[in-house]
């Protein structure tokens, strides 16, 4: 059973800096692995999704990895500003089932 | 494109009553459709898997009596909690998926939020 782990819980920044979010998970089969972003008591926004023979997928501010062999992908989000705080949440896909990470809540301060 | 909508956004019910939410994919037919739960800070866990016209197949722990999926159409789910109790609140989002070529993605609800009294 795929199993994913995102560190850390939680993250404070101030506006500007850049941010780096980790997520492991422990099948290497995945056939993709997708980036969410969760505001508070509402659904999941899609950020990015790299498949499987990607090494990286970009879209505006964010950029993120995928190393299968180590069972590891980065969510880079460059200049962060306020309105970006919110829960990011990675998930692999198995099977085409999706397992989930527990999230990163990321408050960005002004 | 890829929009998935649920319905409704919000309930509220009394303990012993059965609640239905419904699913929809709106601009794709889906070839399965998802259910999820996510508790107060806790990630999203798979409830159960259904695709059109089968039985769901539902993830070890969760109750199939309790909770019934039915996936009458390519474009339509709906998850029903039955005898509904206090410890069923919670956020139940759906997800359908769409295999294009090579590419499969999940697209995601905006979520339920269930209230049980």
């Known amino acids: 059973k795929q199993e994913v782990t995102q560190i850390p819980a939680a993250l404070s920044v101030p506006e500007g800096e850049n941010l780096v979010l980790n997520c492991s998970f422990t099948?290497?089969?995945?056939?993709?692995l997708q980036w969410f972003r969760q505001d508070p008591g509402k659904g999941l926004t899609s950020l990015l999704l790299?498949?499987?023979?990607?090494r990286e997928q970009t879209s505006g501010r964010l950029n993120a990895s995928l190393d299968k062999s180590s069972g590891r992908s980065t969510l880079y989000i460059a200049a962060s500003q306020p309105g970006d705080s919110a829960t990011y949440l990675c998930?692999?896909?198995?099977?085409?089932?999706?397992?989930f990470g527990a999230g990163t809540t990321v408050t960005v301060r002004a | 494109g890829a929009v998935v909508s649920q319905h409704p956004s919000w309930v509220i019910c009394k303990s012993g009553t059965s609640v239905k939410i419904e699913c929809r994919s709106l601009?794709?037919?889906?070839?399965?459709m998802f259910w999820y739960r996510q508790f107060p800070k806790q990630s999203l866990m798979l409830m159960a898997t259904?695709?059109?016209?089968?039985?769901?197949?539902?993830e070890q722990g969760v109750e199939k009596d309790k909770f019934l999926i039915n996936h009458a159409s390519l474009t339509l789910s709906t998850l029903t909690v039955t005898s509904a109790h206090p410890e069923d609140s919670s956020f139940y989002i759906c997800?359908?998926?769409?295999?294009?070529?090579?590419?499969?993605?999940?697209?995601f609800g905006p979520g339920t939020r269930l209230t049980v009294l």
């Open positions: 997800s359908a998926s769409l295999l294009a070529g090579a590419s499969y993605t999940q697209y």
């Open positions: 099948d290497s089969a995945i056939y993709n």
């Open positions: 790299i498949q499987s023979s990607q």
């Open positions: 998930a692999g896909a198995n099977d085409y089932k999706l397992s």
């Open positions: 601009d794709f037919q889906a070839t399965t």
């Open positions: 259904s695709n059109e016209g089968s039985k769901a197949t539902y």
